[in-house]
């Protein structure tokens, strides 16, 4: 009888003390060890993970749909907003098309906005993209931190208000 007491005695401690090591890493994960965030996503946002590896988050609404094939990866994409982690691929280039018009990645961090549809935007956070109209045709390329209109004269970088602008 004292070694069944004994071995449910066992069983009860190692049950506690698994429910505290679980509720602690619970608290460090949710509470006092999380990292602060930085922004939060809009409420509608979703992500998901294109098949070549490029990570996608819609937002505003956004809609897209994926045409891969051997010479280029097209993404055709309907209102809203969207950021691209595009995964290199040298051989095949990522194009965003949407609004009138065209964002061509290799392997890079950018967002175009087509919350005004008649005025793309897209907004380089890391890497190289090239802009271009589909109606004049004209290219531009943003370095990180550079943020482009696209009206149908073609793009052109967008400039800070002259009140924001350091003296």
């Not at 961090?109 to 793309?120: C, D, K, S, T, Y």
Request: without cysteine; aromatic residues 4%.
């Amino acid at each position: 009888a004292n070694a069944a007491k004994a071995g449910g005695r066992r069983w009860a401690f190692a049950t506690i003390l698994a429910a505290a090591i679980a509720l602690g890493g619970a608290w460090l994960l949710l509470g006092k060890g999380h990292a602060p965030q930085i922004a939060d996503l809009p409420a509608d946002s979703r992500s998901t993970t294109l098949v070549d590896g490029t990570r996608v988050m819609l937002m505003d609404g956004a809609k897209m749909s994926a045409r891969f094939g051997a010479g280029e990866r097209r993404v055709l994409l309907f209102g809203g907003r969207a950021r691209f982690e595009v995964t290199h691929d040298a051989a095949r280039p990522f194009i965003v098309e949407g609004g009138g018009s065209e964002t061509v990645a290799l392997g890079t961090i950018f967002e175009v906005n087509l919350l005004n549809p008649r005025m793309p935007r897209v907004a380089l956070v890391d890497g190289s993209v090239e802009v271009r109209g589909m109606q004049s045709r004209k290219s531009l390329r943003l370095r990180p931190g550079e943020t482009a209109e696209v009206p149908p004269a073609g793009p052109r970088i967008m400039t800070a208000p002259a009140a924001l602008v350091p003296p």
